[in-house]
């Protein structure tokens, strides 16, 4: 024992003494062993093991006019692995950064597709119209032609994106009626009835939309031509005279965001489309379609955005999603007209017809995967 260290510990000792404690001695003794082990692996291939820049140009550790002592070569050889491990860090978390960002354009490239193949749909109507120099008004037969091509595109994707299909459609009347349907996170499933119904039937439905979609730039021929209205009361009422169908989904855009794979109705007390069935005296018809919520979905609901929403009636949550699940649409019995009804009683009535087919058609909670299987599945559902 050295004589003065007696109190102190052993780590204490050491450093005192100006030594490497027991462990690090190890480690130290292992690195030099592995040196000397691969220095003579690679001597005995006749080149060096480390090779570093000097003034003279590129040496070895053990040769030049400067030789490097075995413990001086294993720190700079030690540098050398240490930016190789810095350049593998780096390359791991470039390939995990691009991995996240073909994610996220998988996640939304199918929505922002549909917004393209909308957009090319108005643009071939404008071009159509200078084609033939029209100015007849949008809703009329002279369009038919032009209809006729966009439905048959856009009956082409459904078919082979979502195989989808139309089921009920003998439960539509011959005259006016108001369809009440639940809405997705993308309407995209309306669109595919809108074209079905227009190639099988040659016969137009007229829908209510959100005031927001005549903001958007570049549709209005489109929207037009394809029958959408704003849906005040007067409108409806008068769609319904002239012997149109009219839809309209009461969640409405409220319900595309915040509505999810439980595909609760999200109406509130909305209540106007049975005051105008009621007045015009027309059937309330029914309708849903499989699986739009696990092709298409919004993120969580969040308090923010829906404060957002309910201030300025703007989705600013994005849709994500646009896999190819089986879409079936199905069109459920009519409600007939009742004078001895009440407005709140026919809401209720609406709304349980709607549920109903939800429940008859729709696994829930909705599943991404049994949604997908069914594109396998060539069983006709019973309506």
Not at 241 to 246: A, E, M, Q, T, W
């Amino acid at each position: 024992m050295i004589r003065g260290l007696e109190q102190l510990s052993c780590e204490d000792r050491l450093t005192e003494l100006g030594l490497f404690s027991l462990r690090k001695r190890k480690v130290l003794g292992d690195l030099m062993a592995a040196f000397q082990y691969l220095k003579r692996a690679y001597e005995r291939a006749g080149d060096g093991l480390f090779v570093w820049d000097m003034i003279g140009g590129k040496e070895s550790c053990t040769s030049g006019p400067i030789p490097m002592t075995d413990l001086s070569c294993l720190v700079y050889g030690l540098e050398e692995w240490t930016v190789v491990e810095f350049l593998k860090q780096y390359l791991f978390h470039l390939i995990i950064a691009s991995l996240t960002i073909i994610a996220i354009l998988v996640f939304f490239i199918v929505p922002l597709t549909i917004g393209f193949f909308i957009y090319l749909s108005n643009i071939s109507l404008l071009i159509y119209q200078r084609n033939s120099e029209l100015e007849a008004d949008p809703l009329s037969d002279v369009w038919d032609r032009a209809r006729k091509t966009i439905a048959s595109f856009w009956d082409i994707y459904a078919r082979i994106w979502h195989g989808y299909e139309l089921h009920g459609v003998e439960n539509l009347p011959e005259g006016p009626g108001i369809l009440v349907y639940y809405h997705g996170a993308i309407p995209v499933d309306y669109l595919y009835f809108l074209s079905r119904l227009f190639l099988w039937k040659k016969r137009l439905c007229l829908s209510v939309a959100d005031h927001f979609v005549f903001r958007l730039p570049g549709l209005k021929l489109l929207l037009r031509v394809t029958g959408v209205i704003p849906g005040t009361r007067e409108e409806c009422l008068l769609a319904l005279k002239n012997g149109y169908l009219v839809s309209i989904s009461p969640g409405g855009v409220r319900e595309a965001l915040f509505s999810d794979e439980s595909y609760q109705l999200m109406w509130g007390n909305r209540k106007g489309f049975a005051q105008v069935a009621l007045d015009a005296k027309v059937p309330i018809i029914p309708m849903y379609t499989q699986n739009v919520r696990e092709g298409y979905r919004t993120f969580k609901e969040r308090r923010f955005f829906r404060q957002l929403y309910e201030s300025t009636r703007l989705p600013f949550i994005p849709p994500y999603g646009g896999l190819p699940v089986k879409f079936r649409t199905y069109i459920g019995k009519p409600i007939p007209y009742d004078p001895n009804i009440t407005t709140e009683e026919l809401v209720e009535k609406t709304k349980t017809a709607v549920q109903a087919l939800i429940r008859k058609h729709q696994t829930l909670p909705g599943n991404i995967w049994k949604a997908l299987l069914e594109r396998f599945d060539k069983r006709r559902k019973s309506d």
